[in-house]
C-alpha cells in the first residue's frame, strides 16, 4: 500500500520559473522529511515539518504541512539548474519509514 | 569524514554469487537501515537495526541476510543472486527520535547479469 503519493511524478521547467510539488496521504503523520536526490548519490534530508500548518523555509524553498498533517507542499521560487534531482517526501515512526515515490525535477538553463 | 560510507559503489556479478555490501556510519547513530531503490526509484525499506537488534524485517527473501557488529556498522549480504536483485542498495542511519530524518550513503549499484 502507498501510503505517500506524490504529484506530479516528473517536472521539466525553465530556469526563473516557480514550481510546486506535493506530498498526500489519507493517514496522519506525526512528521514529514523531505529529501533531495541527485544522480548517483543517495537523498538528502532538506528539512522536517512537525506541526500542522507548519511552513519552513529553506532559501529559495518553501515547505509547508497541512493543518490535518496528512499533507505537504514544497515550492521552489525562481528555480535553478542546481535543483535538478529527485524530491522525495518521507514519514519516519520508531525506526520505520515510507516514502513517495518521488517529483522528478529538471531546470533547464 | 563521510558520514555514512557503502563500499563497493559499483558491483556487477553473475547469477547465483554471493555478495556483501558494506555500511559504516560515524555519526553516533543509534539505529541503521537497508534500502533497495528500484528502476522506478521507488525506495523501500528492506532492514532495521537499532543498537545492533533486528527490528524491522520487511518482506524480503531470505537470501538478503543483514549483520551488524557493532551499533557504526550495518552490512549486507545477498546469497543466490538472481536478476530481480538489480538495483541500488543505499544504507542510512538516524537517531531512534522520529524527527530527525535519515542520513543515506551514496548507493551501491547492484547488476546481476
Known amino acids: 500500500t502507498q501510503l505517500l503519493e506524490q504529484s506530479p511524478q516528473f517536472l521539466s521547467i525553465q530556469e526563473g520559473e516557480n514550481l510546486t510539488v506535493y506530498c498526500n496521504s489519507s493517514s496522519v503523520f506525526s512528521s514529514l522529511q523531505w529529501y533531495r536526490q541527485e544522480p548517483g548519490e543517495g537523498p538528502v534530508l532538506l528539512v522536517t515539518v512537525v506541526t500542522g500548518g507548519e511552513v519552513k523555509k529553506l532559501k529559495r524553498l518553501t515547505f509547508q504541512f497541512g493543518d490535518a498533517r496528512k499533507d505537504s507542499s514544497l515550492h521552489i521560487t525562481a528555480a535553478q539548474p542546481g535543483d535538478t534531482g529527485l524530491y522525495l517526501c518521507?514519514?519516519?515512526?520508531?525506526?520505520?519509514?515510507?516514502f513517495g515515490d518521488g517529483t522528478t525535477l529538471t531546470v533547464k538553463p | 569524514d563521510t558520514a555514512v560510507s557503502q563500499t563497493p559503489k559499483y558491483l556487477v556479478t553473475q547469477m547465483g554469487n554471493d555478495k556483501s555490501i558494506k555500511c559504516e556510519q560515524n555519526l553516533g547513530h543509534d539505529t541503521m537501515y537497508w534500502y533497495k531503490q528500484d528502476s522506478k526509484k521507488f525506495l523501500k525499506i528492506m532492514f532495521s537495526?537499532?543498537?545492533?537488534?533486528?527490528?524491522i524485517n520487511e518482506t524480503v527473501p531470505n537470501r538478503f541476510s543483514p549483520k551488524s557488529p557493532d551499533k557504526a556498522h550495518l552490512n549486507l549480504h545477498i546469497n543466490s543472486l538472481e536478476l530481480g536483485d538489480s538495483a541500488v542498495y543505499f544504507c542510512?542511519?538516524?537517531?531512534?527520535?522520529?524527527?530527525?530524518?535519515?542520513?543515506f550513503g551514496s548507493g551501491t549499484r547492484l547488476t546481476v547479469v
Open positions: 542510512a542511519s538516524s537517531l531512534r527520535t522520529k524527527l530527525y530524518g535519515y542520513t
Open positions: 537495526y537499532n543498537n545492533k537488534e533486528l527490528i
Open positions: 518521507g514519514n519516519t515512526n520508531a525506526g520505520k519509514s515510507t
